[in-house]
């Protein structure tokens, strides 16, 4: 069958990525296309490089409009999807790209965020471990998803196995991210000009207060960690997309190298866009480029004591619109890698 | 009186960039140039932007042609400046831009490079704190001085300060580089072409292996350091020049906030070319770059308990450039900031 | 049917590109890689991106290896396709990349490359005018295909179908192109180094020398032009893929608003993956990386009665790889766009 | 003597960029920073790099703060100069960097800017050659000079002295810029940002809108063009700073090669910050990063009988910044290269 589809936020980048892939998706059709500012105007106006779609015309984002398809994608800035989201009941599947139902404490909501607390769903990372198994459990059959925080869900991937695992300390973590500055949506503010981001490497959020810190403590908790203390310094560098994740954790007295290694393995063995590369190498974000694949390198630093992970990820794609569709593809039973590709468009 | 001056090495990006620097020295007259596959030739083929050092001639790298002036730069490959050093035995002052007069332990300079072994100079990074006071009192009257490593500098330039002080931990040190291409040099490699670089994050050295960790390690020694551990991944991105280094100690128990911040205000506060900047703001590479400053913003973490530093800094400038003619200046007696900018060329 | 693949050249762009795109091709086996220097190791060690073709090494190039598939892509250096192509008897369909197939004078071939000639092939540009219709008509159940110089067919594609209408002058042409240094290969050469091209623009194979002008001058004469002169300037800028091609030419005497734009509208009309944009918009190279779309934007200037036309590709994909795949399609009488989109990976 | 100096806009890129040139200048006090919303401010929050400023606060843009120095440097959106300039009567010399006094003819201020008209001032751009001479002799003790549009003194230099020796006919010329975005200042609009350029080569104002068309023609008019046509191009691309540009010029019915490289040899010979390359020879951007320097090559293209000038610029510097200050130094009469310099910042 053919699911109708409505993607609202759809003049921003997040959900210009959720229509790029959904527009190769053999059992979807586009069917409504919604923006805020720009309602009235061509979608190509605001997307130039979604061809295929330059028939369609942004529309309202209203609940009316959303509703009656058989899944909504919303792709709005943090703190405006749950006005949307109250309203959709008629509709099968939501899925929600902003932070508002992916964190279960409100404290925490009202610590990063601020504003309308609303309820968790079902976390859009199907790989990521948890004491249970994997989030994949909670996306079969779900009728509500939150997509992730790209940084967030490059973190907590990296990061998961070895807590699962009882490998490492989740108590003294630290994590350094190179990021493009896609990641920010296309907001109008000063530091994302191109002139300012060209030819320079600028950290932001420095000092426990990104956004995106509850969401990885959450993810881990859920992994089995007791406890989560986490360094967290993103730097945006001038590349469109992409995140590398630098990220430590001190090892477990006693875990041996074969134990830690195994740990990653036994996460990622059988996953298709999770990959755990061979020992000795290490991922770069051109090869995830417009791929749906985490790539993961690992090393054991006896110097320190300390697990290196450095992961690759595509932030509008694994990060984002490639975890909505791949949660989609679950939530329907379908192949869970339709109309999404392991391989990057390098270089 | 002016001093006459010969660089080695001066189709390469570090002897380019000492050019550029000493073409503005009023104290200096650029005698000599020389190259070794690309003797012949005239410099500006190599180094365009030199306009007014286009009436130099490339010569060989010799040394009965280095012998005869008063000050000689070398800007050699790792590992060949040590062939010339001996023999320039007639000059009044070289300084090595390589690494092959920084190191302390034979040990080390085996793990890490190999072949002959020469004994350390002093150290141009004048502002780092020792248990003494600082390396520049080695500097004052030197005749030898060797240049340092540009992400091993800025690392140190970010941690000492706080060994010094004994506020924070050198054993469990955490260091990220995002750091631009030119620091490996104009070699001829294929993960340094502008294909791999562009629109990518590319980890290098990951695991303990790149050559700037024992000059680290000897550097936090020298500020009284007992033992150092350190993990240190730097990252290619999309930028030529700099250097942002995001660096994480733990914080020694009992040690205040106050007493945290207080220990890099002690270090730098009367520095002009490496500056705290104030509290809750972070530098930018591009701040930097052509400039001979570091600039450095500290976070105190509670949640981790550690002191996150991010450090930016031009790794052709303070990070070998201007490091050797600030190291030159101190040992002339000329004023240490002659030639030299705290003023950065951005956007 | 599933038709066996042997692709040479596989350890550089062009190759890796033709690969990732055939990874998608549902008709399609890839069965054997080669390359020359790297023949023995894994193709992902140097082609990381392709994580769904991590199970194949990379042979040995020659004739005997590739014999024996059903199609064999050449995607070797210019000069290097002649020596196989002649030993490829028993292969049914050979697609060269290279420019050895392309030009049908041997004084283009020698006074622009040098060494054997070999006989001209079908064009790979299906939508490019010619007297007789268009290129495409040459390619249906080709059995050998000459795939296009990237920025020769953008250029072509740009000015074609003015000559055909005979709205433009041919004698008086301007073309500009910025390029990004994917177009030149894998090449180990100083100035396709990162720090060299990163943050700069720079001009090279100025003034009449590029290779690609034989090309572009076939290929107009071939949709009609008498003569043709070019003047045509190449700039590498700081991205990895992508030709922006602005290219002018003067009006014919006579010929209206009305039927110039016609004379554009008129070639691509129908066409799926060259689309002449609205007036007054204008393609962006961020448009079409990934896709094999050229976006062309149409100017009439009548303060110097020249059209206007700006040009977008991805070198790699319609520039190279894709028209390939293209080609490819067509003569095995398959659907044209088979594992090629229209939309581009953006931002 | 010491002459004090205000500037306004002193947020912006151009403000910026004077007072980075002004800080190291001898003979000048900064005394007044002025900006719009962001009075009050601190001006190294706005303009991190110029650390020797930190001392200064900005202060609003009054004709009342900027009356009483020597001089003072507008740096305003384009039309908000003149509202300063009537009423800084007792100000020695102002010197403006918006367009507000470049042109000569009202209608062409109108139809390319509109509002209130103003008159022309002395035009700084020193070397461009005139009827009557160069510029440079309207600067000698100028009171009042307009900086030049960046594009446009790029495009004028490049093709003036073929005008003024009469060996191109100015009435078909192709002008092809390959341009940073910090030349459209730090406005906040999408197409700006950072997602948006990085990677890409986008097109702007095509098609003869472009607000420096009417300045390039006056200053080849006043180089002795009785009429000029041109058809002009920019392609933002992914460099913070610099302009590339291209222009194409045909030649006079008659005259040789040698006459044609004697023109531009006899206008710029003489020149210290405007140099012709050898034959064969053409810039890169990076060149003239942070340098007051416009590098020139020249290529004879006998295939379509035209010139080829390839320019590079630094759109800050020589492009804005370094000629207004180039043009103070010779209003007062002091060295003209005072606080400027011929090399770039490279790599």
Redesign the interface.
């Known amino acids: 069958m053919t699911y109708s589809v409505a993607v609202s936020g759809a003049s921003g ?1 997040a959900g ?1 990525e959720i229509l ?1 892939i959904l ?2 998706h053999p059992d979807i059709e586009i069917r409504t296309v919604t923006a805020h500012a720009n309602a009235g105007q061509p979608l190509v106006q605001h ?7 330059a028939h369609l015309t942004l529309q309202e984002t209203t609940p009316e409009i959303l509703s009656g398809h058989d899944i909504v994608f919303l792709a709005l800035p943090h703190g405006q999807s749950g006005q949307y989201t109250d309203a959709l009941t008629d509709v099968s599947l939501v899925i929600d790209a902003g932070a508002d139902h992916r964190l279960s404490s409100s404290a925490d909501w009202n610590a990063f965020y601020g504003g309308d607390f609303h309820e968790p769903w079902a976390y859009g990372v199907p790989e990521l471990p948890t004491q249970a198994g994997k989030q994949r459990a909670n996306l079969v059959g779900a009728t509500r998803i939150a997509a992730p925080g790209c940084n967030a869900s490059t973190v907590s991937l990296s990061i998961a196995p070895g807590i699962a695992a009882g490998v490492i300390d989740p ?4 994590s ?1 991210l ?1 990021v ?3 990641g920010a949506g ?1 907001s ?3 530091h ?13 959020a ?3 207060v990104h956004r995106h810190i509850p969401e990885v403590k959450q993810a881990l908790r859920a992994a089995g960690a007791a406890e989560v ?3 967290f ?1 993103p ?8 995140i ?1 994740a ?1 990220s ?1 954790a ?1 090892i477990t007295p006693g875990a041996s190298d074969a134990d830690i290694r195994a740990a990653w393995e036994h996460a990622y063995g059988e996953e298709r866009f999770v ?1 755990l590369l061979p020992e ?12 749906n ?1 985490a ?1 993961l ?1 690992l ?1 054991i ?1 006896r ?4 697990v ?1 992970i ?1 992961a ?1 990820v595509d932030n509008l794609v694994k990060g984002t619109a490639g975890a909505a569709v791949q949660s989609m593809n679950i939530a329907l039973g379908l192949d869970e890698g339709r109309a999404l ?7």
């Open positions: 980048y210009g790029r527009a190769a997307q130039p490089h979604l061809r295929s779609l108590t003294d973590l630290v350094v190179a493009g500055p896609s296309k109008l503010k000063p994302l000009l191109g002139s300012e981001i060209l030819g320079s490497a600028n950290p932001y420095v000092g426990g203390h986490l360094s310094t730097v945006i560098v001038p590349m469109a997309r992409g590398l630098t430590s001190p990959q000795g190498t290490y991922p770069r974000t051109a090869d995830v480029i417009g791929a694949t790539l390198g090393h630093d110097d320190v004591n300390r290196t450095v690759a590709t392991v391989n990057g468009v390098a270089p």
